[in-house]
Each structure stands twice: as C-alpha cells, then as structure tokens.
C-alpha cells in the first residue's frame, strides 16, 4: 500500500510524505503507483515552478519527501488542495486498500 502523510501547521502545509508501492499491478504496469506518482511530482514541480515556493524534496524507490521550509503561497496551497483531492480520489475509487492519505497536524514546539 502507498501511504501519502500530508504534514499541516494549522492551515500551513509544512511538506509531504509518499512511501510505498500500491501492488495493484506488477511494476511497470501498477496504474495506482503511476497515478500517485504523477499527481504527487508533479505537485511538487508546480508548487517550485508555478507558485515560485520553495521546495526540497529527496526521491529513493518508493519514497518521496516534499518539504516546504518557507512555507506556502495561495498558489502553493491551493496546488496542494489540488493534489491531495486528487489522490483522495484514488483512494475511494478502489475497494482494495491501495492508497492511504494521512493528513498530519505537526505540534508547534
């Protein structure tokens, strides 16, 4: 299962999570893995490019991490929106347990 952790600071989206592999399908033809790695890149690449935020993101097989560490603009969060909606979306159209979206609430210290 791939697991999407969405890291949130009250309405502040500090980065995110993306782990694992789907299973839906062997690799190379898994279209759930396709997806997610589609709409979560591709978050990542306009929030950098379209919104002009600041992004670090480290990629390893079957791993992405998106930070944020100036935080967001409108159009950064509403990239975001965009994403995890559309993954949400993954979510509920299969019956199987492929993809799991976690939004996360990180403590102020």
Known sequence: M???KVLKRADDYEGFLVSGHAGY???GNDIICAAVSAL???AANSIEILAGDRVEDSVLDGFLSCRF???LS???KLLMQSMILG???IETDY???YVKVIISEVQTC
């Open 25 to 27: 399908a062997e690799s």
């Open 40 to 42: 979560t890149v591709n």
């Open 2 to 4: 791939i697991t999407v």
């Open 87 to 89: 993954l949400k979306q």
């Open 95 to 97: 019956q199987e347990p």
């Open 69 to 71: 560490p100036e935080g």
């Open 74 to 76: 409108d159009k950064g």
